[in-house]
């Protein structure tokens, strides 16, 4: 069951009993479940297993309210992984770097929320399986082009974009914040600003990302035997990723299943 388990201090994310409910039904049909996601690029909570198990259980994901085991599909340090081929011939990539864990399973369950997000206009099913299975090489791989910049006029060089950097990505000059190439583009220095100094790129291509991550999730559902629940509630305009929330932008929709 590929799910999210939320950021430390967002509140959005689809609670345990999701997982528990399907998990049950799992059993039911003889199955062995476990809930699972892979480590973040950025730098905060979730960005290796140690810590991201520990922010799964404070955000109330653990084998008792979930029903199953908690496991974070790509290993300790986002590096175990498997490559995955691409379908298709003009393409970006020929293989996509997956968790291993995912790719051993039997099954791959989505159990995903519906929300906003900066680069992808929409984190939904896709999103869950692209840049949710991927380990840190393959968010590297979607990322590679979407650097954000500084609006200098606006920065005041508090620092605090730095607190979610995973890349050493951004250096503080002459009380500036200046992004240097180690950037991978995660976009997660955007919403640590809190005066909006750090905005997307717009003159850079986001398509490219939303092209790679259907390319990662091609080979995701070509290579496993999918099914996926989709939980249109709390629909905000950031995804789950963010360590915060703003109001839902519409009404609570309802589910999606399908496989």
Not at 74 to 91: H, K, Q, S, Y
Not at 101 to 106: L, S
Not at 170 to 184: E, K, L, P
Not at 238 to 249: E, K, L, R, T, V
Request: glycine content about 10%; proline content about 4%.
């Amino acid at each position: 069951i590929k799910t999210h388990f939320g950021e430390q201090g967002n509140v959005s994310y689809l609670k345990p009993i999701y997982a528990r409910t399907i998990a049950e039904e799992i059993r039911r049909q003889g199955g062995k479940p476990f809930v699972t996601d892979c480590s973040t690029l950025y730098g905060g909570m979730r960005n290796d297993m140690i810590n991201h198990l520990e922010c799964a259980a404070l955000n109330g994901f653990n084998e008792h309210s979930c029903g199953c085991p908690v496991i974070i599909g790509d290993g300790l340090r986002g590096t175990d992984e498997i490559d995955v081929p691409v379908p298709g011939d003009d393409t970006f990539f020929k293989k996509a770097h997956i968790g291993r864990a995912i790719m051993d399973a039997d099954v791959l369950l989505t159990l995903t929320h519906a929300k906003g997000c900066t680069a992808a206009v929409y984190g939904g099913v896709l999103k869950n399986i692209s840049m949710g299975c991927a380990s840190k090489a393959g968010k590297m791989d979607m990322h590679s082009k979407g650097v954000p910049i500084v609006v200098a006029e606006k920065c005041v060089g508090c620092a605090k974009c730095l607190r979610s950097c995973g890349q050493d990505a951004i250096d503080i000059v002459d009380h500036r914040a200046i992004i240097n190439d180690r950037c991978v583009g995660c976009g997660h220095c955007i919403s640590y600003c809190p005066i909006n100094a750090i905005m997307p790129a717009w003159n850079r291509k986001w398509e490219d990302l939303q092209m790679k991550m259907g390319e990662y999730a091609a080979a995701v559902v070509n290579a496993q035997q999918c099914f996926h629940v989709a939980v249109a509630i709390d629909i905000t305009p950031q995804c789950d990723c963010f360590a915060g929330n703003d109001s839902p932008m519409v009404p609570n929709i309802g589910m999606f299943v399908s496989s």
